[in-house]
């Protein structure tokens, strides 16, 4: 299946996890691949494994605006156009809100939320011009609260629902805007949880399918919503959560 043929997307958070996943797909679909991220060695070890000739390592903190104008330029400069953007890029800092100092407040929306505010202001003239795609990696934590989480969550709130007024807004000019809304994934940024037992256990006991989700679980859905096999799909936040958003809530009866 080469859905992706002759175009060009780009992945930011693509050096471990979910954009990892996400940018070998897209390649393995025969696309144009820009790896973004902050950390240059974590890009050029997963570009070692793609076509050179269709990859493009291009190390960016998209939270300085800067540097996410820059990604987009080096995107046109190598490859002439753009006609997928995947926000991925993102961090999460966990404790009470009293804990929570200003820095590391700012730091996760400047991430999370100016990240995707900054690439898609910049990638969003030449997606115009190639009636293109955005998705955006929010989070269950983007439609519902966590303990402990108050920064995550309200950062990936406003992704959740920016993605739903870009889909208004650029609907009618050709510009389709979704989400994905993981639950648990096996990440880096995840690893912590992953290591703790019990903890683990209890997700499995919440998720219906039973299991944590795995990169390319999200990876699949994110190059379905940007092909053109959701032609007819904009503003949907679709939940790659194993089905634990199917759920009221409640605990498990007998």
Same mark, same amino acid.
């Given at each position: 299946?080469?859905?992706?043929?002759?175009?060009?997307?780009?992945?930011?958070?693509?050096?471990?996890?979910?954009?990892?996943?996400?940018?070998?797909?897209?390649?393995?679909?025969?696309?144009?691949?820009?790896?973004?991220?902050?950390?240059?060695?974590?890009?050029?070890?997963?570009?070692?494994?793609?076509?050179?000739?269709?990859?493009?390592?291009?190390?960016?903190?998209?939270?300085?605006?800067?540097?996410?104008?820059?990604?987009?330029?080096?995107?046109?400069?190598?490859?002439?156009?753009?006609?997928?953007?995947?926000?991925? $890029?993102? /961090?999460?800092? !966990?404790?009470? &809100?009293?804990?929570?100092?200003? %820095?590391?407040?700012? +730091? *996760?929306? @400047?991430?999370?939320?100016?990240?995707?505010?900054?690439?898609?202001?910049?990638?969003?003239?030449?997606?115009?011009?190639?009636?293109?795609?955005?998705?955006?990696?929010?989070?269950?934590?983007?439609?519902?609260?966590?303990?402990?989480?108050?920064?995550?969550?309200?950062?990936?709130? $406003?992704? /959740?629902?920016? !993605?739903?007024? &870009?889909?208004?807004?650029?609907? %009618?000019?050709?510009? +389709? *805007?979704? @989400?994905?809304?993981?639950?648990?994934?096996?990440?880096?940024?995840?690893?912590?949880?992953?290591?703790?037992?019990?903890?683990?256990?209890?997700?499995?006991?919440?998720?219906?399918?039973?299991?944590?989700?795995?990169?390319?679980?999200?990876?699949?859905?994110?190059?379905?919503?940007?092909?053109?096999?959701?032609?007819?799909?904009?503003?949907?936040?679709?939940?790659?959560?194993?089905?634990?958003?199917?759920?009221?809530?409640?605990?498990?009866?007998?």
């Amino acid at each position: 299946m080469q859905r992706f043929a002759g175009k060009v997307v780009v992945v930011t958070g693509a050096g471990s996890g979910i954009g990892e996943g996400t940018a070998r797909r897209f390649a393995a679909e025969g696309a144009m691949v820009v790896l973004c991220g902050r950390t240059e060695a974590k890009l050029r070890r997963v570009a070692a494994d793609l076509d050179a000739e269709r990859t493009l390592v291009q190390p960016a903190d998209v939270s300085e605006r800067a540097q996410a104008e820059a990604l987009i330029a080096a995107t046109l400069a190598r490859f002439g156009r753009l006609d997928v953007l995947v926000n991925n $890029a993102g /961090t999460v800092v !966990t404790g009470p &809100l009293l804990e929570l100092e200003p %820095e590391a407040w700012r +730091r *996760v929306m @400047a991430t999370d939320l100016d990240g995707v505010y900054f690439c898609t202001r910049a990638a969003l003239p030449h997606l115009l011009e190639a009636k293109g795609s955005i998705v955006n990696v929010s989070s269950v934590s983007g439609t519902g609260g966590d303990w402990n989480m108050s920064a995550y969550n309200a950062a990936k709130g $406003a992704v /959740t629902n920016l !993605t739903r007024s &870009l889909a208004m807004e650029l609907g %009618e000019k050709g510009v +389709r *805007v979704n @989400a994905v809304n993981p639950s648990f994934t096996l990440t880096d940024m995840t690893r912590d949880m992953a290591e703790d037992e019990a903890l683990v256990a209890k997700f499995r006991e919440r998720i219906p399918l039973g299991r944590p989700g795995e990169p390319a679980d999200v990876a699949d859905v994110i190059a379905f919503l940007a092909s053109e096999d959701a032609r007819f799909v904009t503003g949907v936040n679709l939940p790659v959560d194993g089905g634990l958003s199917a759920s009221n809530g409640q605990p498990r009866q007998a």
